[in-house]
């Protein structure tokens, strides 16, 4: 069944420590691949986007993504995590067959920052 | 250039009753999307529309219905409310170009007691 996998639920780092977010999705096709974060009781801000061209993107707030077609993976990366990071993290996806716009999500990564 | 409004942000609805949500996009945005946020069940795709015309539908029951107006904002609508109606409802826009970007609203916290 297509899907997107992000297997841990909650993460906990230190302030100043490197950051990994991993992301695994299950598409025939390789899909639009998204990060969005979602502050407590906001709404979701877009982080970065990947549709083709060089794997590894750049996004807003020092965050970058890593695709990897052989892994069918999109984890989300930060060299060094501020306390403001603190946040829940989403992957999702835009499947390219279908001409939807339909965002299919992952269950979200917690993120929680230790000072 | 204002974001994504949702009115209201917060409401506290009754079973059985009904309720309809607003959403004002960008300006310029003519795509409207809705989602669903629960803690069990994650965020999940509700309804699309571009042009006043549903293009896309998620798995909900009848009771979830929506629809556009000619200067793009969008209304949703749920009848008969049960309790696992309560979750955050998301409104998303863009222009529904071929940059699939999506810009979201805050949001409306909807319980249902």
């Known amino acids: 069944a297509q899907s997107v996998t992000q297997p841990d639920i909650h993460i906990t780092v230190s302030e100043g420590a490197s950051l990994e977010l991993r992301c695994n999705y299950s598409?025939?096709?390789?899909?639009?691949l998204f990060w969005y974060v979602q502050s407590p009781g906001q709404g979701l801000q877009l982080l970065l986007k990947?549709?083709?061209?060089?794997?590894l993107v750049q996004g807003i707030k020092g965050f970058e993504a890593e695709f990897k077609r052989s892994q069918s993976s999109f984890n989300l990366r930060k060299p060094s995590v501020h306390w403001s990071d603190a946040a829940e993290y989403f992957c999702?996806?835009?499947?390219?067959?279908?001409?939807?716009?339909?965002?299919?999500f992952g269950k979200g990564t917690k993120l929680t920052v230790n000072p | 250039k204002a974001g994504v409004t949702q009115t209201p942000r917060y409401l506290i609805k009754t079973r059985g009753q009904q309720v309809t949500l607003s959403c004002s996009p960008i300006?310029?945005?003519?795509?409207v999307s809705w989602y669903q946020q629960t803690p069990g069940q994650g965020l999940q795709f509700l309804f699309e529309?571009?042009?006043?015309?549903?293009?896309n539908k998620g798995n909900f029951p009848g009771r979830f219905s929506g629809r556009q107006f000619s200067n793009s904002r969008s209304e949703m609508n749920v009848s008969t409310l049960e309790l696992g109606d309560s979750a955050l409802y998301l409104c998303?826009?863009?222009?529904?170009?071929?940059?699939?970007?999506?810009?979201f609203g805050p949001g409306t916290r909807l319980t249902v007691t």
């Open positions: 990947y549709f083709s061209g060089d794997t």
């Open positions: 999702a996806v835009v499947p390219t067959q279908g001409g939807s716009e339909k965002l299919v």
């Open positions: 998303a826009s863009s222009y529904r170009d071929s940059s699939y970007e999506q810009y």
């Open positions: 529309y571009f042009s006043e015309t549903q293009r």
């Open positions: 300006s310029g945005h003519r795509s």
């Open positions: 598409y025939g096709a390789t899909p639009y």
